[in-house]
T-cell receptor, first 111, second 114 residues
C-alpha cells in the first residue's frame, strides 16, 4: 500500500548535508509525510513529519513542495551514525491509520 | 513516547516447530501492530493486534500461520507456526495511540529457521 517513491541508495560525505528525496504524487489533502529511519539491526526510529509547511527538529528538516507531490528530508551535518535506511511514508495522522513502509533509501555516509 | 521490549531478541528454530514472540509496552496503548522484515527487504505489516477481539490480518497473512494475542493494553504475542526456512525474518512489534502522531517500534526478533 506504499504510495511513495524513493531512490534505492545515496552516498553522502561526513559533515555534509544529506538530502533525501521522496515522491508522493498521489498524496491526499489530509495525509501527512512521515520519515523514519532504520539503523542496521534496530527497529525503525521516527525522525519528523509534516503536512504542508516545512518542519525542523533536532534531527532533521523536512521540505515539502507547494503542490505536496514531493518532499526532501535534510540531515544538515551527516555523521557516520546516520548511515541507515530512510523511509518516507504518507498517512493520515492522529487516527488509527497504519504505517505502510515502502522500499526506502539506503544512505551511506562516508568519511 | 512508548518503550517497547520484545522477547526473544533472536532465536534459531527447527522447521515444523512454532515460536511465540512477546511484545511488552511500558504504557497502555490503543494500537499494537506486528511487522515482518525479510532479509534485505522493507517492513511488511502482518496484522493489527486488537485488545479483546481477534487480530486484523493484512492480505497474504492468515491467523493459522500467525496467531496473535492481545490480552491487555500493554502486551501482545505473535506466534509463527509450523515454521519453514522462508519464515526466517525479523519480526517487529509497533505501538501507537490515536493521540500520538508517530508509531513506536521494538528492536525486533531475529528468527532463523533451519
Amino acid at each position: 500500500d506504499a504510495k511513495t517513491t524513493q531512490p534505492p541508495s545515496m552516498d553522502c560525505a561526513e559533515g555534509r548535508a544529506a538530502n533525501l528525496p521522496c515522491n508522493h504524487s498521489t498524496i491526499s489533502g489530509n495525509e501527512y509525510v512521515y520519515w523514519y529511519r532504520q539503523i542496521h539491526s534496530q527497529g525503525p526510529q521516527y525522525i519528523i513529519h509534516g503536512l504542508k509547511n516545512n518542519e525542523t527538529n533536532e534531527m532533521a528538516s523536512l521540505i515539502i513542495t507547494e503542490d505536496r507531490k514531493s518532499s526532501t528530508l535534510i540531515l544538515p551535518h551527516a555523521t557516520l551514525r546516520d548511515t541507515a535506511v530512510y523511509y518516507c511514508i504518507v498517512r493520515v495522522a492522529n487516527n488509527f491509520n497504519k504505517f505502510y513502509f515502502g522500499s526506502g533509501t539506503k544512505l551511506n555516509v562516508k568519511p | 513516547s512508548a518503550v517497547i521490549s520484545q522477547k526473544p531478541s533472536r532465536d534459531i528454530c527447527q522447521r515444523g516447530t512454532s515460536l511465540t514472540i512477546q511484545c511488552q509496552v511500558d504504557s497502555q496503548v490503543t494500537m499494537m501492530f506486528w511487522y515482518r522484515q525479510q532479509p534485505g527487504q522493507s517492513l511488511t505489516l502482518i496484522a493489527t493486534a486488537n485488545q479483546g477481539s481477534e487480530a486484523t490480518y493484512e492480505s497474504g497473512f492468515v491467523i493459522d500461520k500467525f496467531p496473535i494475542s492481545r490480552p491487555n493494553l500493554t502486551f501482545s504475542t505473535l506466534t509463527v507456526s509450523n515454521m519453514s526456512p522462508e519464515d526466517s525474518s525479523i519480526y517487529l512489534c509497533s505501538a501507537q495511540d490515536p493521540g500520538d502522531t508517530e508509531a513506536f517500534f521494538g528492536q525486533g526478533t531475529r528468527l532463523t529457521v533451519v
